[in-house]
């Protein structure tokens, strides 16, 4: 009897072994399978241009597989379980604890200026009342979140932040596109800024004016996030973790999508997103994610 109970232990344990391997192997398959596909585009962009065999840096294609193997620790608004969300102060704590991105927030205020903070209105996150939109730069400067801190403009947070991680900039309303664009721009940080909305108007208007910078569609459910995606021209899919499965990541990797899932705020969900492929995690607390690997 007890030959036969440690017999089935160890066939349990084999099982389990074989199955993690499969999943791995499966992840690391789909996402080797993304990197081909993107050979394959430049090598077809080469024929048509062969001076583009020349521009085209051979590194590329070995960078692209290396980033199959790492995984994005995004600080979310910061590290926001540790310092006023979204700023400066937040984005030194993420920095801190090792982020290799943060993500940010952007709203326009009445007098036409791009401040980082994520509702419409200042009331939740400082000690004034209104709406953004009716605020003037000077009336938002005039108020404070918690331990004094006060709200950032895109230009001071990208100033704050520069080319020490990738940032994320999320446009919460549209008509920001352009002025967001600029500021980029004029830090030189469209290789490092990844502009990302809930809004498919948003985003078709960046790729509009602008054919090359990083875009991401954010969603909670989309029947078909990555057909959506595609139809933006965006590169990554920015999706609630809860929706996020192994199939959609597969999904996405085919058709040379990335994808960030938010928001994580336990090392246990992390490890379990982690294994299901993902490119990135967002959290508010990202020491957590120290210790996960894909």
Known sequence: MLC???????????GSVCGEIFVRFHHL????L???????????????S??????????????????AYSM????????????PENTLASFKRALEIGVDAVELDVRKTKDNQIVVIHDADVKRTTDGEGLVSELTLAQVKSFSAEDGEKIPTLQEALDFLD????????????????????????????????IISFLEEALKKVRELNKNIETGL??????????????LKANYLIALYRFTHTATV???????????????????????CAKKGVDGIASDKPDILAGVSA
Do not use: M
């Not at 398959?29 to 080797?32: D, N, V």
């Not at 020490?164 to 500021?183: H, M, N, P």
């Open 163 to 194: 080319k020490k991680v990738k940032v994320l900039v999320e446009l919460k309303e549209a008509g920001v596109e352009e002025q967001v664009l600029s500021i980029v721009h004029r830090k030189g940080l469209e290789k490092n800024v990844v």
């Open 29 to 32: 398959l789909g996402r080797l």
């Open 4 to 14: 036969n109970a440690r017999s089935f232990r160890e066939k349990r344990f084999f």
């Open 250 to 272: 597969q999904k996405a990797h085919e058709n040379g999508l990335k994808i960030i899932v938010w928001t994580i705020n336990t090392a246990e969900e992390a490890q379990e």
């Open 50 to 67: 062969p001076s583009l065999i020349f521009t085209k840096n051979p590194a590329r294609y070995y960078s692209s597989i290396d980033q």
């Open 34 to 48: 993304c990197c081909f596909k993107i050979c394959l585009k430049e090598t077809s962009l080469s024929a048509t």
């Open 72 to 83: 994005l620790r995004v600080g979310h608004r910061g590290a926001r379980a540790y310092a």
């Open 218 to 231: 954010i969603y909670a459910k989309y029947s078909n996030p990555v057909k959506v995606a595609l139809e």
